[in-house]
């Protein structure tokens, strides 16, 4: 059962990193007049590169950061909601190490499909 929740949340990974190049896509595809003006005045390829994936890279850690938020208090909401309905009790707790591998791998798996050309 553990392997196959594991392959269900990386699975679910790799569909969110696809939304995550397609939405990056977008931001560039968005922002090319900027990109072409900071390009006409010097800048390096590389330096654009760079700071749009500094951008990129801080709204992956707002996103992050909100999903470990709604990660850690929906267990709490659903205990309190269903606790009647359930046969056997929920007992959430905040598990801060499983937290933290989880924003790991949330922020990896941006990083990793910001980066990969589509």
């Known amino acids: 059962f553990t392997q196959f929740l594991t392959l269900v949340g990386?699975?679910?990974l790799?569909?969110?990193g696809?939304?995550?190049?397609n939405a990056v896509r977008a931001f560039v595809d968005g922002k090319q007049a900027s990109i072409a003006t900071l390009k006409s005045?010097?800048?390096?390829g590389s330096q654009v590169?760079?700071?749009y994936l500094i951008q990129?890279?801080?709204?992956a850690c707002v996103s992050t950061a909100l999903g470990l938020v709604v990660g850690a208090v929906l267990p709490f909401a659903l205990d309190i909601a269903l606790r009647d309905q359930l046969p056997l009790p929920l007992n959430p707790e905040i598990a801060p190490a499983r937290l933290a591998l989880a924003g790991a791998y949330g922020l990896l798996t941006a990083l990793a499909f910001a980066i990969l050309p589509l």
């Open 41 to 44: 005045v010097g800048a390096p």
């Open 18 to 21: 696809v939304g995550v190049a």
């Open 56 to 59: 990129v890279m801080l709204i």
């Open 49 to 51: 590169v760079g700071l």
């Open 14 to 16: 790799i569909v969110g």
């Open 10 to 12: 990386l699975t679910a």
